[in-house]
């Protein structure tokens, strides 16, 4: 079993930055690869971003490309997600989600989710 908490979300201005933690525990081997994907009301959920346990291997979706990073800090099972000169079209509330590997955890069926934490970007 693994649990993930989110933290970092908030409320920033247009072209700000925030930085998204995801912290792992329990049995945290049984998901090497870890991501974020968020949903915005009235819009299912996209993906967004993914890691692979080593870091050798990342994916982006096109929205974020040159925006958002992710990274991981296994000696602390945490996972962030840079998110630089942010738009209001970002706003959404952001999930972190735990698999396999990169190629099962982009299509978002993961077995593993955290409870979601709120990004707002304001104009």
């Known amino acids: 079993q693994v649990q993930l908490v989110e933290s970092g979300g908030g409320l920033v201005q247009a072209g700000g930055s925030l930085r998204l933690s995801c912290a792992a525990s329990?049995?945290?081997?049984?998901?090497?690869?870890m991501g974020w994907f968020r949903q915005a009301p009235g819009k299912e959920r996209e993906f967004v971003a993914a890691i692979s346990w080593s870091g050798g291997t990342t994916a982006y979706a096109d929205s974020v490309k040159g925006r958002f990073t992710i990274s991981r800090d296994n000696a602390k099972n945490t996972v962030y997600l840079q998110m630089n000169s942010l738009k209001p079209e970002d706003t959404a509330v952001y999930y972190c989600a735990g698999d396999l590997n990169t190629r099962t955890l982009v299509v978002g069926t993961s077995a593993y989710w955290g409870q979601g934490t709120q990004v707002t970007v304001s104009s």
């Open positions: 329990g049995r945290t081997f049984s998901v090497p690869a």
